[in-house]
């Protein structure tokens, strides 16, 4: 009695085991697993890569009827054509994470009040240190923006201190984007005086209060729709009524040359009494 004996040489022998390997991998892919949605997200995102060239090497796989040298070379090529896919991949996901991450010009005070403010760094971002939570030191010609999503009646109060040069200015009832082609509200306070204007047109000026180097002084702007009144400590700067409508933005920055030391920054509801 003679067996039926079938003979197999190691390549070929090689190529059925890549062949199981192969439909072993695509099963285990295919079925389906539990899983978070961050890794769900990763996974719609980046698995139809994988399944790409996957797919690819498998079925190349099966026709590798060469010599030893070229079977190398190709298996070489795999690592290779493996390894950019996830670096490239591992690119894309470090960026979006970036993009999704707190840009540097940007950051916020007063996290623990009713009113959270959020500053926008319009200049330089050299040119301004926050400090703590709601105080902020501005070099010289240095802009801010602040605004509180849930204001747009706004009562504005900061304690600033010209450490340096002459002062700064306060910008609102504007807007933040293409500033400079926007028309705004303008209050300057400096070691010259003050003046206050709407569009270049003067609404109050004078010497007689102005900031002293070194010595904190308090600014309330209240700005209730087109009705808006101006303070430095307790004297009224102006009371009255403007044609630019309201925003939320309240914007400083520091005249040339300028240090100043801003403290004790807060926005409230705007209260017409």
Known sequence: MVNNITYYNSESIENHWNLQE?????????SPKATSGFFTSF????FPIFQLSHSLFCRNDKFLN???FKKILFRMSKVTFLTTILNV???IFLLLILLTSCSPDT???NSNSSYELQGFIMTGMDKVQVKGSNSMVLQDKARVSLRSLQLTQIMADFTITVSEGTGLKFYFNTA???FDKHPFIAFEFSTDGYSLSENEKILAKSDSIKAELGKPVRIKLINDGKFIKVYADCAE?????????A???VIVETLPDSKVIVNAVDFTEAVND
């Open 43 to 46: 996974r719609m995102t980046f």
């Open 176 to 178: 933040v984007n293409n």
């Open 22 to 30: 192969c439909h072993s991998e695509r099963s285990e892919e295919s």
């Open 89 to 91: 991949n591992l690119f």
């Open 107 to 109: 950051f916020r005070m």
């Open 66 to 68: 060469i010599n030893p």
């Open 247 to 249: 925003s939320e933005f």
């Open 237 to 245: 700067i102006f009371k009255g009524r403007i044609k630019l409508p």
